[in-house]
T-cell receptor
Framework: EAGVAQSPRYKIIEKRQSVAFWCNPI?????LYWYQQILGQGPKLLIQ????????DSQLPKDRFSAERLKGVDSTLKIQPAKLEDSAVYLC?????????????FGPGTRLTVL | QKEVEQNSGPLSVPEGAIASLNCTYS??????FFWYRQYSGKSPELIMS????GDKEDGRFTAQLNKASQYVSLLIRDSQPSDSATYLC????????????FGKGTHLIIQP
């Protein structure tokens, strides 16, 4: 079974530029998550999708971040405009259903550096 | 008070000894608890999950949960150098309505 795929793996941009990340979850997984992990911190949930609907986006900085999950499969996370403090690893995870006992499987992440 | 707290370490343990990692959480409605291992530059990987009070063993790993004390721990027996990593404690409130809330992680070093 293929794991969670993410691209690009690395991205370097200047502040005020825009950037987009792509995630392809494990086939058949209904729930998709985007986390932000700043160096030295644990991952922080940004947004959670159940199929193609948003379940929780309370920690997403909506003035600059946006995300969508088309047709309940792939997802994109966009930052526009980027700030220095957005430098982090952006992790996508998926789980089979929407249950507290489900394992969340993480992709390799996209490391963003904002200069 | 932070939602999930862990000692950031580093925690240094001799090879073959027992490594003990601890985590406390603030939200009493939390129902599901997870330990993830994260190697430097890699993504988190699930080690153990625990949902009810008591101990849960899987190979060299034992997770312990005490909901009354809001405390979760992970024991690693016969520690190996390959166990050197950051261990993240994660909590889910339950019902599937939430993502995971992570602690900062404990950096574990197994000394050969």
């Amino acid at each position: 079974e293929a794991g969670v795929a993410q691209s690009p793996r690395y991205k370097i941009i200047e502040k005020r530029q825009s950037v987009a990340f792509w995630c392809n979850p494990i086939s058949g997984h209904a729930t998709l998550y985007w986390y932000q992990q700043i160096l030295g911190q644990g991952p922080k949930l940004l947004i959670q999708f159940q199929n193609n609907g948003v379940v929780d986006d309370s920690q997403l900085p909506k003035d600059r971040f946006s995300a969508e999950r088309l047709k309940g499969v792939d997802s994109t996370l966009k930052i526009q405009p980027a700030k220095l403090e957005d430098s982090a690893v952006y992790l996508c995870a998926s789980s089979p259903r929407w249950a507290s006992t489900d394992t969340q499987y993480f992709g390799p992440g996209t490391r963003l550096t904002v200069l | 008070q932070k939602e999930v707290e862990q000692n950031s370490g580093p925690l240094s343990v001799p090879e073959g000894a027992i490594a003990s990692l601890n985590c406390t959480y603030s939200d009493r409605v939390s129902q599901s608890f997870f330990w993830y291992r994260q190697y430097s530059g890699k993504s988190p990987e699930l080690i153990m999950s625990i949902y009810s009070n008591g101990d849960k063993e899987d190979g060299r790993f034992t997770a312990q949960l005490n909901k009354a004390s809001q405390y979760v721990s992970l024991l690693i027996r016969d520690s190996q150098p390959s166990d050197s990593a950051t261990y993240l404690c994660a909590v889910m409130k339950g019902g599937g309505a939430d993502g995971l809330t992570f602690g900062k992680g404990t950096h574990l070093i197994i000394q050969p």
